[in-house]
């Protein structure tokens, strides 16, 4: 007994499940010793899965620094698995104390792991990180990538964000192309807020879309004579559906 003993006690993998059993019951100190005992067994399989573990186990414990670092030296086994989600940990640990610049190299970290289960998250957390400072094709490219994941989770809410900004720019078609695309990914059943929110969406494009039309029959010069009192009260009436009120008035005295 005594001689298979020491092979086993120095096993990463099983030091790493009973490090797991260990802090799921509440004794985060022990399992951090297990964890860094892995850790200092250099280069093993499980090394990666141990250094993800200890930061996990020190942010619950509120060592932040030291659980990124703990992140880090997961993401730096260049594990497929345990890599990218210490970086998703990582981006949330800066995320959660409003780190947002140094949240953004770790959601690319996520990106370039290529993890297709972390893709969706990632992608939109860049998306909104690059909105919030006004950079609109960068934020596009990542809604756009999140779409195309064919996540239902994170998937309509990019839908809906890049819709958002395409009917600011005056392009409601691509924003229907968005919405869409996002529409499909909702089981309505299941998920009839998220549903119900796309398609409002859906439909403010489309009167965006016939506002656009509408004054684009009027145009600049004398309207139509057949088409242009049809064309004045259509636009007339839709324009305080966008909240246009005033708009609306302006078109009734022009017409």
Not at 23 to 29: F, Q, T
Not at 49 to 60: F, I, Q, S, T
Not at 108 to 134: C, I, K, M, Q, S
Request: glycine share 10%; aromatic share 6%.
């Amino acid at each position: 007994m005594s001689e298979s003993a020491g092979p086993l006690a120095d096993d990463p993998a099983r030091l790493c499940e009973e490090a797991r059993n260990l802090a799921e019951n509440g004794e985060a100190e022990r399992a951090a010793l297990l964890f860094e005992k892995v850790l200092s067994l250099g280069e093993t399989p499980s090394r990666a899965r141990a250094a993800l573990g200890l930061a996990v186990v020190l942010d619950d414990s509120g060592d932040v620094e030291r659980a990124r670092e703990a992140d880090r030296a997961a993401i730096a086994t260049g594990d497929p698995e345990y890599g990218p989600r210490a970086a998703y940990h990582l981006a949330l640990t800066h995320e959660r104390a409003g780190e947002h610049g140094e949240a953004a190299p770790a959601w690319r970290v996520v990106v370039d792991f290529g993890n297709e289960t972390y893709l969706p998250p990632a992608h939109l957390a860049l998306a909104r990180l690059a909105d919030d400072a006004g950079e609109f094709d960068a934020a596009r490219e990542h809604w756009e990538a999140v779409i195309r994941t064919g996540d239902p989770e994170y998937g309509p809410p990019a839908a809906h964000d890049l819709a958002q900004r395409l009917l600011e720019r005056g392009d409601p078609a691509r924003a229907q192309r968005a919405l869409t695309a996002g529409l499909r990914l909702i089981d309505r059943a299941t998920a009839p807020y998220a549903y119900a929110r796309l398609a409002v969406a859906l439909g403010i494009s489309y009167l965006d879309q016939a506002i656009g039309s509408f004054g684009a029959a009027l145009g600049e010069g004398p309207a139509d004579a057949e088409v242009g009192p049809l064309a004045t009260e259509l636009l007339a009436r839709t324009l305080p559906l966008r909240g246009r009120a005033g708009e609306a008035g302006e078109v009734w005295r022009r017409g």
